[in-house]
């Protein structure tokens, strides 16, 4: 089966980016716990150590293989239940990784809005169904179903064109 792309191109404060939109019949808390805390974040895309209130977390993806590094996250804002902005440094070769998750709550529905930066028209072709993939996750792991059930490769490299052209 081959997942439809959710992403879209916008400007976040300022930059252009690719933006997500995950809708969830919880209370905001409820969702919130699922993006921050390092136990709900095991069920769909990884782990964090360390303090946050240092400004700095290690984190570790969980569904990437046995050659998935730790990488340190710069924590920009944290507003619960509200505002999350992170950042890991640039790789040699890459850009910096900017995360800006955006949860809002209407009537017992939240909203997650997840968006990356993104100028790169082949970074985003890997990032775009990496995100696509990895949020359908987060809803699996919400409403209880079977996580390990979403394959990548319904995801990739089928959506890459998609990414693609939403930065050519």
Do not use: K
């Not at 990488?71 to 505002?83: D, G, K, Q």
């Amino acid at each position: 089966m081959t997942a439809n792309p959710t992403g879209i191109r916008e400007t976040r404060q300022g930059r252009d980016s690719v933006v997500f939109t995950r809708t969830f019949r919880a209370p905001i808390e409820d969702v919130w716990a699922a993006v921050t805390e390092s136990g709900r974040l095991e069920r769909w895309i990884g782990t964090w150590t360390g303090d946050p209130s240092t400004g700095t977390v290690v984190f570790r993806m969980n569904a990437e293989g046995d050659d998935v590094q730790d990488e340190a996250f710069t924590i920009h804002r944290c507003e619960p239940p509200r505002v999350l902005a992170v950042s890991s440094p640039a790789a040699a070769d890459e850009a910096p990784f900017d995360v800006l998750l955006e949860l809002s709550e209407d009537a017992g529905t939240t909203t997650l809005t997840f968006s990356q930066v993104m100028t790169d028209p082949e970074v985003a072709a890997g990032v775009g169904p990496g995100w696509d993939y990895y949020l359908d996750r987060l809803v699996a792991a919400e409403t209880g179903a079977d996580v390990a059930a979403i394959d990548f490769d319904d995801y990739h490299p089928s959506q890459s064109d998609h990414y693609r052209a939403l930065f050519t």
